[in-house]
């Protein structure tokens, strides 16, 4: 799993032209959209990148955020299998859920990555709702569980947020050219 997100990263920094854009304009066009600007802002910018990024390095960036914590959370999870981290039934039964779940988001966003590198930008969208969806399966898997791996449920949040980012970067081919 590290090495795929070694080459995720790689082959992302490899791909990126160029900037033309002034300082923070695509990443303010993409947040002022989003649902928590603050976040997106702040989340984006944690890249140095970022400020100067038209709307092909901001994808990359964006899907590669989505792309960490999705195999992240995917590793997380399995550790909490293997360990048997608890004995509850429907906890284990749900931890298998979100497995499921973020196995989806992550293929989802290798797919991204793929479509980013040959030029071909109609499904970002889907894939962003790919993982969105697999970290709702998740949350909704673990709700009402006894002892809820702790964290689990912010990493899901963050998964929708991040996102939520990539689907609106992906609306930037969508209405430019």
Do not use: H
């Amino acid at each position: 799993m590290a090495s795929s997100s070694l080459l995720f990263v790689l082959l992302a920094l490899l791909a990126v032209v160029p900037s033309s854009c002034a300082t923070g304009e695509v990443v303010r066009r993409v947040c002022r959209r989003a649902s928590d600007y603050e976040y997106c802002v702040n989340t984006l910018n944690s890249d140095p990148r970022s400020p100067d990024a038209d709307r092909y390095l901001l994808a990359y960036i964006s899907f590669g955020m989505a792309f960490t914590n999705a195999s992240s959370t995917l590793d997380y999870i399995s550790r909490l299998l293997k360990s048997g981290w608890s004995n509850d039934t429907k906890l284990a039964d749900g931890l298998r859920e979100c497995r499921k779940g973020y196995k989806k988001g992550v293929a989802a966003m290798v797919s991204a990555n793929n479509d980013l590198n040959s030029e071909t930008y109609y499904y970002l969208a889907e894939y962003a709702d790919t993982a969105a969806r697999g970290a709702n399966v998740c949350q909704a898997a673990i709700a009402g569980t006894r002892r809820p791996p702790p964290g689990l449920a912010a990493r899901n949040g963050d998964m929708k947020s991040l996102c939520e980012i990539c689907s609106l970067v992906s609306e930037l081919f969508v209405t430019s050219s």
